[in-house]
């Protein structure tokens, strides 16, 4: 089942811009996973936040959690055109081997 | 290096045929297997996961079944196509789900 919601659906941003995402969930999490998808492609691991972290930075991504309010954003700096991509947030429930996703926010950067 | 390899790319099967997409991992010994269905535009449905070679769990009731006859295989397979089967179907593995998902590149089934 989908745990987890992103918002906003889409997102058109202009390159250097910053591009902000939102994720809820609805049930206790072990941690909160970040993906990227282009076009017709594989999901790639972006990042991953552990239930006891509340903020975590990898190069131009920063990500937060608020397990009070079940929710997670995703930050990517200074946008490059490269970073057009589908990105997913995904929840692994306590003690859970599954990984429920969300439908994604689709990020355009323009040039 | 740890990789996995999915195949066929791209798949256009008339309703009523048979399937097979096969997903095989190279690097890492027993890991968590995954299939999972992507609807045009949509989130990503979690079909079936194996946690070790002959364990399946359902978690959409369908017409497709899966099967890991070795540790680093995982199969999924229908007897009989049907259109609502349309889609696109990744395979990923993890180790405990703690490190994150790594994904293959995915098939895209159109059935006709």
């Known amino acids: 089942s989908q745990q987890g919601e992103e918002d906003p659906q889409a997102l058109s941003i202009q390159e250097g811009e910053n591009a902000t995402m939102n994720c809820s969930y609805k049930?206790?999490?072990?941690?909160l996973q970040w993906y990227r998808q282009n076009s017709g492609r594989g999901l790639v691991h972006l990042i991953l936040i552990r239930s006891n972290e509340r903020e975590k930075h990898s190069g131009r991504l920063r990500v937060t959690l608020d397990t009070s309010k079940k929710s997670s954003s995703l930050l990517i700096t200074a946008s490059r055109a490269a970073d057009t991509a589908s990105y997913f947030c995904?929840?692994?429930?306590?003690?859970?081997?599954?990984?429920?996703f969300g439908a994604g926010t689709t990020v355009t950067v323009r040039a | 290096s740890q990789t996995i390899h999915q195949w066929p790319a791209t798949l256009v099967q008339p309703v009523g045929s048979p399937l097979s997409l096969e997903c095989t991992v190279e690097g890492t010994s027993n890991p968590n297997l995954y299939w999972y269905r992507q609807a045009a535009g949509r989130g990503l449905q979690l079909l079936f996961y194996?946690?070790?070679?002959?364990?399946i769990s359902s978690e959409v009731p369908q017409n497709l079944s899966a099967s890991r006859p070795q540790d680093r295989q995982f199969i999924l397979s229908s007897k009989k196509l049907l259109l609502s089967d349309s889609g696109f179907y990744l395979c990923?593995?993890?180790?405990?789900?703690?490190?994150?998902?790594?994904f293959g590149s995915g098939t895209r089934l159109t059935v006709v």
């Open positions: 049930t206790s999490i072990n941690n």
């Open positions: 194996s946690v070790g070679i002959g364990q």
């Open positions: 995904a929840t692994d429930e306590a003690r859970d081997y599954k990984l429920s």
């Open positions: 990923a593995w993890s180790v405990q789900g703690a490190y994150g998902y790594t």
